[in-house]
């Protein structure tokens, strides 16, 4: 999940040809408000999942691989 959310976020939020990597700091890569937008709407078409209004931090949404974190913690929870 972290290298398909990688490469979404590179090709359709970042529009950059700039190495990303699950690790890599999306704010410093150009990540912003309207980018977090489009992206939730993405992870809710792509995942089924829905991201709640508290899950929204600046700390969830760093990375690739912390936002998979995210969206597989709300896949589990929903599945219970």
């Given amino acids: 999940m972290e290298n398909e959310l ?25 990540l912003d408000s309207m980018g977090i937008m ?3 709407l ?5 995942f089924g999942v829905e991201i709640d209004p508290a ?5 969830n949404f760093s990375t690739a691989e912390k936002i998979a974190a995210l969206v597989a913690e709300k896949k589990a929870a929903s599945s219970r």
């Fill in 6 to 30: 990688t490469s979404l976020i590179a090709s359709d939020i970042l529009d950059t040809d700039q190495a990303i990597t699950p690790q890599s700091d999306l704010f410093a890569a150009g």
């Fill in 38 to 40: 489009q992206l939730l």
């Fill in 42 to 46: 993405l992870i809710e078409d792509r």
């Fill in 55 to 59: 899950d929204l931090s600046r700390d």
